[in-house]
């Protein structure tokens, strides 16, 4: 089983910055092929925010395009979000998503989605 925990929410204010981690740990990590960041606001869908492949390819929503960085470490298995100039409607529980292949070595292995548990982003205007 993996578990992926998160760390870095909190409350800022308007044009503030926060960073997000989301680190990736269990028995028989063979690989993270898939990084992501998704939030959800209260009441509505989740939504992706930024993904990472293991070949260092990107992608961001729109609305955070420029203002918002995915990276990583996968020496520590673990994704990060810088997130600057944030606004009010950035305000939802941010997700990490990271698809792992698990197992002692092939052919013995298995691919899924983990989610970590949430951490809140709160922006005050």
């Known amino acids: 089983q993996v578990q992926l925990v998160e760390s870095g929410g909190g409350l800022v204010q308007s044009g503030g910055s926060l960073r997000l981690s989301c680190e990736a740990s269990?028995?028989?990590?063979?690989?993270?092929?898939?990084m992501g960041w998704y939030r959800q606001p209260p009441g509505e869908q989740r939504e992706l925010v930024a993904s990472?492949?293991?070949?260092?390819?990107?992608q961001y929503a729109e609305s955070v395009q420029g203002r918002f960085t995915i990276d990583r470490d996968a020496a520590k298995n673990s994704v990060y979000l810088d997130m600057n100039d944030l606004k009010p409607e950035d305000t939802a529980t941010y997700f990490c998503?990271?698809?792992?292949?698990?197992?002692?070595?092939?052919?013995?292995?298995?691919?899924?989605?983990?989610w970590g548990q949430g951490t809140q982003v709160t922006v005050s205007s």
């Open positions: 269990g028995r028989n990590i063979y690989k993270i092929f898939s």
């Open positions: 990472i492949h293991t070949s260092g390819r990107t």
């Open positions: 998503k990271m698809g792992v292949t698990t197992g002692p070595s092939l052919p013995y292995l298995s691919t899924n989605d983990y």
